[in-house]
């Protein structure tokens, strides 16, 4: 993976901040804030770049020193949500522990987000696809990042005997994925907390893995 921030990278080609500093930091953080809003509650084709304007309370002009289009927005927005996956899924797949506890680590975190970074989730499961041809290359190179994290929790913990060693992890792990990112779209419409969602997930994911002779009688 590059060394650079995906997100800082896109917004360095892609944006002219008027000014550094803390203050330049925390008011382009506002406005990405605002337009993965929009794009959460409107979807890209729906949002407008005044929409993002008119929830911030200033001109749409001055939109334009942080980002030069609706869909630059959008890849913004995308790019720091899978970015912010892979930075904590590699911190945690890297970390102490084994196989079943990363693994629950990583399923906890890939829910996290979704207590006050909901919009950014959404977005960048749902618009994602409206982006240009390389806009959406340059995403994925991410998404498969974190791919390769889930991916490789897996192979350790069949390798430690934690999980069957007939488990197939790519299958695995596209489950696993497939699973968490369905969980937006209905999270908040049942009576449970995402608390319980995550624990709920963490039992089905490692029972379903573990391998039953290492099981206790």
């Not at 406005?31 to 304007?53: E, L, N, S």
């Not at 102490?96 to 970074?117: C, M, Q, V, Y």
Request: proline share 5%; hydrophobic share 40%; glycine share 8%.
């Amino acid at each position: 993976m590059p060394s650079e921030s995906v997100s800082t990278r896109a917004k360095r080609s892609r944006t002219v901040p008027p000014h550094k500093g803390p203050g330049a930091r925390r008011r382009s953080g506002e406005i990405i804030d605002a337009a993965a809003r929009v794009f959460a509650q409107r979807g890209y084709h729906g949002a407008t770049t005044q929409q993002i304007a008119d929830l911030l309370g200033i001109r749409q002009a001055s939109l334009y020193y942080y980002f030069r289009s609706k869909e630059v927005a959008l890849e913004i927005v995308c790019m720091q949500g899978v970015e912010e996956f892979y930075e904590r899924a590699r911190a945690i797949a890297t970390g102490p522990g084994g196989a079943s506890e990363k693994l629950a680590g990583l399923i906890r975190a890939h829910l996290t987000p979704l207590l006050d970074r909901a919009d950014y989730v959404r977005v960048f499961l749902n618009e994602r696809q409206y982006l240009p041809r390389a806009s959406r290359q340059r995403i994925a190179k991410w998404s498969r990042g974190i791919e390769r994290v889930i991916e490789g929790v897996i192979k350790d913990g069949i390798r430690r005997g934690e999980f069957a060693a007939d488990t197939d992890p790519r299958l695995a792990t596209l489950a696993v994925l497939g699973m968490l990112n369905a969980a937006p779209a209905w999270y908040g419409k049942e009576d449970a907390s995402l608390e319980r969602i995550a624990d709920a997930f963490v039992r089905v994911t490692i029972n379903g893995l573990a391998n039953p002779k290492a099981r206790p009688r």
